[in-house]
Structures are given as C-alpha cells and as structure tokens.
C-alpha cells in the first residue's frame, strides 16, 4: 500500500512527466516546414558551381520568451571543394511575407556537404508567425537570379 508522500510524489511526477510529453508535442507541432527555394537552387560563380539537394529542419522554443527558434541543416554539391558559399534561411508566413532571415557564408570542405546554419528566431509561441514556413537557398545576384529563372522557364518549356 501506497503512503501519502508516496501517492503525492508519484501523482507530481507523472504530472511533470506529462508536461515535458506535451512540451515536446507542441514544438513539433509548430515546427515548419523546411524547403529549398526553387530559383535559389543553384549557384555558380567563373567555373565552380554548387546546387542545394535538400533542407531539414530542428525547432526549439525558448520557455523564458516564447520565441520559436529553427535550425537549418542543407544538403548539397559543390564542384569545387573549399569554395565559400552564401546562403538564407527565412521564414515566411501564411501570405508568403517575410518574417525573419538569416544569411551565413559557408565553406564545405568536401563537393558533398550537410552543414547547418544556426539557429534563427522565426516566430513567437501562439502568434500567425507560428505557422511560418521556411524556406533556404543562395544568395545570388540579379544576375545569378536571371540566369536560374531562365534555366527553369526552359526545363518546363515556358517562354522567358
């Protein structure tokens, strides 16, 4: 038979351990979703090129201020190892807004490479920022830019 401080110190915790499941549930719930930007898919500067493959994302929140935190992780090729490359991470909300970027320069050292880019706050707990979306690509000029969009106008068979 149980005593009492016992009841009570299995009762708090189960309750504690019932907080942190739930915890957990609504980070995961609030995490968005993570993908490469189409025309900032490719990169390419003289003859060295790079190409992003893909993008996973971790979430975390800050207890003490409700911000929604994401850390990026990329996959991708380069064609020349050691060539420094700039990319974004931004979080967009419901209307495609904005909401918060971030932009890092990176150096694989290998032509494939997984690196992350720190974390980033993209929202607050609760708020229409909570169902952002993220999105990561290059950093590219308007040239680079040009040169992306006309490569895919062409792979779908639309004119430029």
């Given at each position: ?87 974004f991470a931004a979080a967009l909300n419901t ?37 952002a979306r993220v999105v990561v690509g290059f ?22």
């Open positions: 038979m149980l005593g009492k401080k016992t009841f009570t110190f299995l009762a708090l915790s189960l309750s504690l351990a019932a907080c942190g499941a739930s915890l957990d549930k609504v980070v995961e719930a609030q995490c968005p979703p993570a993908d490469v930007l189409v025309t900032a898919d490719n990169w390419q500067q003289g003859g060295v090129r790079a190409q992003l493959i893909g993008a996973e994302l971790e979430c975390f929140i800050d207890s003490q201020t409700n911000e929604l935190q994401a850390s990026v992780q990329v996959r991708g090729t380069v064609s020349q190892a050691g060539t420094r490359l700039p990319l209307q495609d807004e904005i909401v918060a970027r971030t932009q890092v320069q990176v150096t694989p050292s290998k032509t494939e490479y997984k690196l992350a880019i720190p974390k980033f706050v993209y929202g607050q707990k609760a708020a229409e920022s909570a169902k950093v590219l000029t308007p040239a680079q830019l040009q040169a992306n969009r006309a490569a895919y106008a062409k792979q779908l068979g639309l004119a430029e």
